[in-house]
């Protein structure tokens, strides 16, 4: 997985969490030990608020924490909650004229999509508190 990708943000930051699920941590203190800018951490985590996978908290004391238990959040969780495949897939608007190049975007499609379900099927197999 590459490393500069959302995805793998937001898995190493979980993985972290979840060795220690109550503590409260700055996206200042996950960006610095992520290697990178503590705005990419807000947006990325901002996702898996909106998921219902982690609080925030404004203020002095404030930070992300786990919402919920580490053996409750599957990497399909977050994988879904930022909405970033990684399969490769071709817009509808992009269907070509030609019949055969028709029929193949058409069949290719159909299997990137049986890719994408076993591979989320495998991700919800696995939870972020087999990570620590």
Same mark, same amino acid.
């Not at 290697?35 to 909106?50: H, I, S």
């Not at 379900?117 to 508190?129: D, P, Q, Y």
């Given at each position: 997985? =590459? ?11 979980? $993985?972290?969490?979840?060795? &220690?699920?109550? !503590?409260?941590?700055?996206? %200042?203190?996950? %960006?610095? @030990?992520? $290697?990178?800018?503590?705005v990419?951490v !807000?947006?990325?985590?901002? !996702?898996?608020? =909106?998921?219902?996978? #982690?609080?925030?908290?404004? $203020? ?11 053996? /409750? ?6 994988? #879904?909650a930022? /909405? &970033?495949?990684?399969?490769? *897939?071709?817009a509808?608007?992009? *269907?070509p004229?030609?019949?055969?190049? @028709? ?11 049986d890719?994408? !379900?076993? #591979?989320?099927?495998?991700?919800? %197999? ?7």
């Amino acid at each position: 997985m =590459k490393r500069n990708s959302r995805l793998s943000l937001a898995l190493h930051t979980l $993985g972290h969490m979840a060795a &220690e699920p109550d !503590r409260m941590r700055t996206s %200042a203190d996950i %960006a610095e @030990h992520a $290697g990178t800018n503590p705005v990419v951490v !807000r947006r990325v985590l901002g !996702r898996l608020r =909106k998921a219902g996978l #982690l609080n925030a908290e404004k $203020g002095h004391s404030g930070g992300w924490r786990l919402a919920r238990s580490p053996q /409750d959040i599957t990497l399909a969780d977050v994988y #879904l909650a930022l /909405d &970033e495949s990684l399969i490769a *897939t071709v817009a509808e608007e992009d *269907t070509p004229n030609c019949a055969v190049e @028709h029929a193949l975007h058409r069949k290719v499609s159909s299997v990137m999509a049986d890719i994408e !379900r076993s #591979l989320i099927e495998r991700l919800a %197999a696995t939870t972020i508190a087999e990570m620590k």
